[in-house]
């Protein structure tokens, strides 16, 4: 297992015909290469039945993209935080918009992964949202402004405030808690403006998988951190 | 509509069959003569069928037990918040332990539910729960610490810390929340209790329904406040 | 409770706003008033929450929208087949395409519902699932042929063989069950096509609750079934 | 991929620790190696996360517990066809008893597998479900008759008429189904047995999982074809 270093890139695969069967390991290693040669922490979450071939594949943290409230053993068609665990996954994503949680199964997974060693970011998609799972003190948030979701619009075009908000309402009830910018990031200038917001990183998607060049579309990402 | 004044008695009649039909608007009736026989707010949630019933047979606060996160319309078989709004009913129950929700559901119908008059009490199941409920900003969290849930055990025999930490958890998030005891409370010396441990009235369902003699059982209840 | 008697129209009130609080109760009269004077049976589905009231209010069959495959008792903002058959409802709408339901709950719904004296209708959605519905005998299955959903077509002016050949699936799998036409009727001259095409009837919406003049549009429904 | 062929023995890995991480891979070679050994087609369904590297590994059929009806693309943390197609699954299980699904989910995922060369296996409780599934035209229906579940009854010990009129219940409507017997199968006696009774294989997990020996228990299995 690998350690969650700040700053982050975080790259979900989602279920992208893209990056189906082979061409998820092909991707990891993309990402892989390009940590490796910036020094950029980058994990990726492969499609949940390509998470054990990733994890053996590459050496850079694999995340799932949803763990289930559920007790390992008689849950078949479930994935259980053991099983996640045991195939050598680095964390999860938790309560992404594509697969919305209850707040008692965050909470409880997030104290269970703790214990597991594995890191949690758990998608939020507005400031009250925001501050409530910051109360369950994951590792990371993952902040959707929804001002940001979609179109042109970017963190250096649009409002700054937006991100700052989001920062500050995470911190406010916790203030330990890793921040990831997980809307209108496009490129190396967009990350280097949202580390200056205060944020520790991205988790971004599209922009990278249907990129149409993966490798150039991480290494401008990267390169934000060092501006 | 009927505001929810502190200190509280909910009454949720769950689906009990001992409510289910007439009875549900009988027990209604007691909670009212309670009320107006003792001074204290006792707000009652009859089975969802009975809602519009109930708010048309009393004249206290009439609670949904639940509301579903989807648009007035072309949603069959389901609970929008406008459906409840219209027939009367004063406010909601959240997330209970029988029917937990998603964190972004609560967060949006708690919003909408104070745009639209009606009050919201969000149940929490622990000290982290709490807090993230907490941070949403409802009229009310209902706490359940585990410990005092089911058995003997109350707020007066086991360790009152249990509770207090609850009440400063949600006021540490969110100062203005109104905080109900879930659990632990049997009778007017446990509501004397949850009150001096800062708490603003008790929500309860057994305790009630159950009671060889309901109002009886409300009477002791009601009495715990003026001690 | 009173029995579904063929020919039926059943109309769903769904959540409209048109049919909320004492709205729903208004329309379930104008129903009972139509079925008393054309003799053709007629059943109404309420929003969840004014089920108890409008039973109270007509002496025509009150169908619940959906039944939840739970127990009665601690079973806080669900609702039971105890509750509804507490309340008075005649029987239930299951798997509406707004609320699709697991086949083994469909299934032990339509057993206990019968045990109950409750009846059954379960909403299908294309040849292979009408099979299927119908092989766990409930009363009625309605079917909607997706070619026959929205717009303006209708069982008139569409293929008819789509009609009929969805009676013949249901009936070849169980030759007792009811078949209701779900899609595709507007008027009384698509109903007396429906029943040409062997259907027992219709199940209808937004052609009764937001029709300018429900009245009308029910008698025009009814005199259907005498041409 | 490789196609399901008749009699079949698949192994349900379910998400027990014993077969977590590495030890999915190491099971599904005991399968493969008995399986070419014998000449018994046996199939084996390790956990979700596994998927792709136990297709990599072993040259048996490898099935997915479940499939999600959601589109491939835009939907972390589920688990759509084309996932499970593009890393070579050769079939799945659905509505699995600890993963029941809506009746429309498994009808579109039926006629979605057909047409991407994928096989069905549909999990039923009772007859009524069973005459349901079958409706539906899966390639397999895996019965659990109640009466065969857990405890020490098999079909040898138990009443044979039991599988017989499941058996009867799924050709009646399908007359083409495959047949699985997912309870009440221990060893290679049992098989014989429910072959005898008309099924065409069986579907089992702790079985084979919790067994001391599982190669030995997967051998005594296949002998029952023999028989």
Redesign the interface.
């Known amino acids: 297992m690998t350690a969650l270093k700040k700053p982050l890139i975080a790259v ?1 695969l ?4 893209e990056v ?2 082979a061409r ?1 390991v092909a991707l990891a290693k993309v990402c892989e290469s390009v940590s490796n040669e910036t020094g950029v922490s980058i994990a990726v ?1 492969p ?7 990733v994890v ?1 594949s590459v050496d850079i943290p694999v995340l ?3 763990i289930d409230a559920v007790q ?9 935080l ?3 665990s ?4 680095a964390g999860t ?1 938790l ?13 409880s997974l ?2 269970d992964c703790r214990k597991a060693g594995l890191a949690t970011i758990v998608c939020t ?2 400031i ?2 925001t ?7 994951p590792d990371f948030v993952a902040i959707e402004p929804p001002e940001l979701i979609g179109g042109d619009v970017s963190v250096t075009t649009a409002n700054p405030a937006i991100v700052r908000d989001s920062v500050d309402a995470a911190r406010g ?1 916790s203030p330990g808690v890793g921040v990831l910018c997980g809307a209108g990031v496009k490129n190396g200038v967009d990350v280097a403006k949202a580390s200056e917001l205060g944020t520790d990183g991205v988790l971004l ?1 599209s922009g990278v998988v249907k990129a149409g060049d993966p490798r150039k579309a991480l290494l401008d990402l990267a390169s934000g951190f060092n501006e």
């Open positions: 979900n989602k279920t992208y015909p189906s069967g998820a979450a499609p949940m039945t390509d998470l054990a071939v053996q799932s993209q949803h390992q053993g008689s849950t078949t068609g479930h994935v259980p053991g099983v996640v045991a195939c050598g996954g994503l309560n992404h918009s594509e697969r919305r949680m209850r707040i008692a199964d965050i909470a997030v104290v998609n507005d009250a949202v501050r409530a799972c910051a109360a369950l003190e009830v998607a």
